[in-house]
T-cell receptor, first 113, second 116 residues
Framework: KQEVTQIPAALSVPEGENLVLNCSFTDSAIYNLQWFRQDPGKGLTSLLLIQSSQREQTSGRLNASLDKSSGRSTLYIAASQPGDSATYLCAVRAMDSNYQLIWGAGTKLIIKP | EPEVTQTPSHQVTQMGQEVILRCVPISNHLYFYWYRQILGQKVEFLVSFYNNEISEKSEIFDDQFSVERPDGSNFTLKIRSTKLEDSAMYFC??????????????FGPGTRLTVL
């Protein structure tokens, strides 16, 4: 059964730093992986989707990589800003399901001004 | 930019009551989903819906739950007799394509359900 883990659970860094969030999954048979942002008490904003055949995707200051064989993805945030403070979730769509996403618990990111 | 909308934003109900959570998916999307997130826990899949029928459901989605697309725009989740443990944030999502590897799901802002 697919399981998704995110480490660390929380991260606090000064503004301006580049940082990496990690996501690992136990079964490499996936269709894709999505990174989301969740602000407190709010909805889930899709940041990036990486298809299983891709190695990385970029959107602005965000870059997500995927190493399917090792079951890992990273989300790189360049030049962090206080507005980046949120919980970042990764979710995979496993090949043994139709469309459901299987979620990690998230990394709570705090960017200190 | 098109977005998924959900109503109400917060619903408070008594245990044993029926609730209906409403969602309006993005207009040209064909696949619809409900997920939930109990406070402090992971997001969990409930059900996916395509072509007016359930395509997949989780163990959580028991006989107390049902989904419906009553018209061309709304997608609803009904909980027949709510329990305390149904208290959670419920998210609706939709996606457009059937392509397996590119099926980006877009989420609404959620409905916070509180069962007293």
């Amino acid at each position: 059964k697919q399981e998704v883990t995110q480490i660390p659970a929380a991260l606090s860094v000064p503004e301006g730093e580049n940082l990496v969030l990690n996501c690992s999954f136990t079964d490499s048979a996936i269709y894709n992986l999505q990174w989301f942002r969740q602000d407190p008490g709010k909805g889930l904003t899709s940041l990036l989707l990486i298809q299983s055949s891709q190695r990385e995707q970029t959107s602005g200051r965000l870059n997500a990589s995927l190493d399917k064989s090792s079951g890992r993805s990273t989300l790189y945030i360049a030049a962090s800003q206080p507005g980046d403070s949120a919980t970042y979730l990764c979710a995979v769509r496993a090949m043994d399901s139709n469309y459901q996403l299987i979620w990690g618990a998230g990394t709570k990111l705090i960017i200190k001004p | 930019e098109p977005e998924v909308t959900q109503t109400p934003s917060h619903q408070v109900t008594q245990m044993g009551q029926e609730v209906i959570l409403r969602c309006v998916p993005i207009s040209n999307h064909l696949y619809f989903y409900w997920y939930r997130q109990i406070l402090g826990q992971k997001v969990e899949f409930l059900v996916s819906f395509y072509n007016n029928e359930i395509s997949e459901k989780s163990e959580i989605f028991d006989d107390q739950f049902s989904v419906e697309r009553p018209d061309g725009s709304n997608f609803t989740l009904k909980i027949r007799s709510t329990k305390l443990e149904d208290s959670a944030m419920y998210f609706c999502a939709s996606s457009q394509t059937r392509r397996s590897s590119y099926n980006e799901q877009f989420f609404g802002p959620g409905t916070r359900l509180t069962v007293l």
